[in-house]
């Protein structure tokens, strides 16, 4: 079992930068991929990025490839989400989720979730 909570959403301006974080509580953190994921008002839940257990390898979508990057610390139980560069069309719910997969994309390979944190954009 995994715990998971976000941290660090708020209201930027459009070109600004915000870092999110994920704490996890539980055993075994470094065994997972941790993805994180985004879901905007009257749209589907969208695959953001993910790092494998080890930190080694990560992967992104194409909309925020070169803007975001995605990192974690397995000895302080963290993943964090650096977002640069930010547009008002990454506006949304982001989540943070943990996968027994090495690495996956597809939000039901992931099997714990955390409850979101809100970003904004202005434009």
């Known amino acids: 079992q995994v715990q998971l909570v976000e941290s660090g959403g708020g209201l930027v301006q459009t070109g600004g930068s915000l870092k999110l974080s994920c704490a996890a509580s539980g055993r075994a953190f470094g065994s997972y991929a941790m993805g994180w994921f985004r879901q905007a008002p009257g749209k589907e839940r969208e695959w953001v990025g993910a790092?494998?257990?080890?930190?080694?390898?990560?992967y992104y979508a194409d909309s925020v490839q070169g803007r975001f990057a995605i990192s974690r610390d397995n000895a302080k139980n963290t993943v964090v989400l650096q977002m640069n560069s930010l547009k008002p069309e990454d506006t949304a719910v982001y989540y943070c989720?943990?996968?027994?997969?090495?690495?996956?994309?597809?939000?039901?390979?992931?099997?714990?979730w955390g409850h979101g944190t809100q970003v904004t954009v202005s434009s």
């Open positions: 790092v494998s257990g080890t930190g080694y390898n990560t």
């Open positions: 989720a943990a996968s027994n997969s090495y690495i996956a994309s597809v939000a039901t390979d992931y099997a714990y």
